[in-house]
């Protein structure tokens, strides 16, 4: 008998041998399953700075420096507002440092709580 066919949750019934078979295989094969848990903190291993201005951006990696990029904007983009040019700042170090943030566990900061939030949580736009 299975719980679903149980009338009453406090009910006491032994388990037939097919509910027996499928606890037992779900009590030995749960362990070997291929998971990774998605809420467990890990220290990051890169810091990645970026700002962005009305004539460009720039970004850099940790805290000596030792990989920076830049860019100045289009006379469109210097129009544009200062939360869209924060986010290009924030995609501009992306692409720029693919090779070397590959597998890393990135921190992020930027000085525009816009950006931040939209980084953190996405946005419709």
């Known amino acids: 008998m299975s719980t679903l066919c149980s009338d009453r ?21 749960l362990v070997n399953i291929n998971t990774r848990y998605c809420f467990a903190y890990t220290c990051p291993s890169s810091f990645v700075y970026s700002d962005a201005s ?3 951006c720039g970004s850099v990696i940790g805290f000596n420096n030792e990989y920076t ?7 469109s983009e210097s129009l544009q507002s200062s939360t869209w040019r924060e986010l290009c700042a ?20 930027t000085d525009n ?10 946005s419709m736009k």
Request: proline share 2%; hydrophobic share 40%; with cysteine.
């Open 54 to 56: 009305a004539t460009g």
């Open 9 to 29: 949750w406090h009910t006491e019934f032994h388990l037939d041998d097919y509910c027996q078979e499928e606890l037992y295989f779900w009590k030995t094969n």
């Open 69 to 75: 990029c830049h860019r100045m904007w289009t006379h």
């Open 90 to 109: 924030v995609e501009v170090s992306l692409q720029s440092f693919a090779p070397v943030l590959k597998e890393a566990h990135v921190k992020r900061f």
């Open 113 to 122: 709580q816009a950006a931040a939030r939209i980084v953190e949580v996405g």
